[in-house]
């Protein structure tokens, strides 16, 4: 459980603020611009039509990585907008009296 909870609060944390920058910096550039819409059109807006569920699951992790650079360029443009905070809770013992 504790290895969980150690990702869990990674998971939610912010993202280095240099690293977010450089998102920013990349995709705001004319070419960054043409290579994300790019990405789009090609990748994150297209329709599987196939029988083959593998071509089906490649297709969603590339959708899964230009989401990903979307999230990343938003978080950059709107920071508070994914500020979180991770809470502990202790649980009692379920037998305890």
């Not at 998971?11 to 990405?39: A, C, E």
């Not at 994150?44 to 999230?71: H, K, W």
């Not at 990343?72 to 508070?80: A, F, K, V």
Request: proline content about 5%; some cysteine; charged content about 25%.
């Amino acid at each position: 459980m504790r290895r969980f909870h150690e990702w869990l609060t990674r998971k939610w944390q912010r993202r280095d603020p240099d690293l977010i920058r450089s998102y920013q910096v990349t995709f705001s550039t004319p070419d960054g611009r043409r290579v994300l819409q790019d990405l789009l059109d090609g990748v994150y807006c297209t329709v599987y039509e196939g029988t083959d569920p593998q071509a089906a699951v490649i297709l969603n992790a590339r959708r899964s990585l230009v989401q990903e650079i979307l999230v990343n360029i938003d978080q950059g443009e709107h920071p508070d907008k994914y500020a979180s905070t991770v809470q502990t809770q202790t649980q009692e013992a379920p037998y305890a009296r």
